[in-house]
């Protein structure tokens, strides 16, 4: 015992450049908490100037220090953004959101059990690889595509012209994800409830999905982030403005109030706030998911 405390003390008062080893790795701790407060302090001081200048009349964010806080604070430029439509806006990218997530995340869910049950099947191996391949594909490199089938189909300036796309482009992603987490779960707990007379669609339900939860919540707060910021698909396949997501009415509010600054980042501000929500809700799901899947 006296050995291994002599050894271990030696080791720690290594000497590397004049500096005992363990003076050295507190004093770089110490930078990197430095590091660390000098980032979270450049990040926040662009938050903080938008959220204080929301709250500003037009006359004051001219006149005052742009970091200082509103003398008189007003809702006005949020009774501005929410009379401008904001409520239908944001209700679209909730239906946009929430019917792309849903029919994405159960999809991919079911064709990553298939592929990682079916092994040594030459189509689940090719399905796989086409999944693998839509990685590969940018957006903005099928939007032409894309667009011409939207015509072809008649949903051109629908909401469900953004779902239907925006479901394709989530999948590959999730069934990656998706494939790889159930391709941990052992086989023999399927070989168990298998020997059971459990079937395929009672293993999917009552083994896989407890297992994998944590995956799944992930993918859907990925998706579903990806999903609400997305201008492309509703600014190409959209023309009405009653079809308009919250990126693509921040983008036509920021081009019809652009002297009105506090106007536009209160804006901003109403179109960020529900992913904040999202994020933080999701976390604790997250956190949650990853409990229930550990305790099991």
């Not at 992603?173 to 409830?193: G, Q």
Request: proline share 6%; aromatic share 10%; glycine share 6%.
């Amino acid at each position: 015992m006296a050995v291994v405390t002599s050894s271990t003390s030696t080791a720690t008062r290594q000497v590397r450049g004049g500096m005992p080893l363990g003076r050295r790795l507190i004093h770089l701790n110490w930078l990197g908490g430095i590091a660390g407060w000098v980032w979270l302090v450049i990040v926040l001081i662009p938050l903080y100037w938008i959220v204080v200048t929301s709250f500003k009349d037009q006359s004051a964010y001219f006149t005052q220090n742009p970091l200082a806080l509103p003398s008189a604070p007003t809702f006005a430029n949020y009774k501005l953004v929410i009379e401008s439509d904001f409520p239908r806006y944001f209700l679209n990218s909730v239906i946009v959101t929430a019917g792309t997530i849903l029919p994405a995340v159960a999809i991919s869910f079911m064709a990553s059990y298939a592929i990682v049950r079916g092994v040594g099947s030459r189509f689940l191996a090719g399905v796989n690889g086409l999944f693998l391949m839509g990685l590969a594909i940018p957006l903005q490199a099928t939007i032409i595509p894309v667009y011409l089938l939207i015509i072809r189909m008649q949903l051109y300036d629908s909401l469900l012209a953004i779902i239907l796309p925006s479901i394709a482009f989530s999948i590959p992603l999730s069934v990656l994800v998706l494939t790889n987490f159930i391709r941990d779960v052992p086989k023999e707990l399927f070989e168990s409830m298998r020997v059971d007379g459990a079937t395929e669609w009672g293993m999917l339900r009552t083994l896989a999905y407890p297992l994998t939860r944590p995956a799944l919540v992930t993918v859907s707060i990925y998706n579903g982030l990806a999903v609400w910021n997305g201008f492309l698909l509703p600014l190409i396949l959209t023309q009405s403005p009653d079809k308009r997501t919250l990126p693509l009415a921040l983008w036509t509010f920021q081009g019809q109030y652009s002297v009105n600054v506090p106007a536009v980042l209160a804006s901003v501000v109403l179109t960020t706030l529900p992913i904040v929500i999202l994020y933080a809700v999701g976390r604790r799901q997250l956190l949650s998911g990853l409990t229930a899947g550990f305790s099991r």
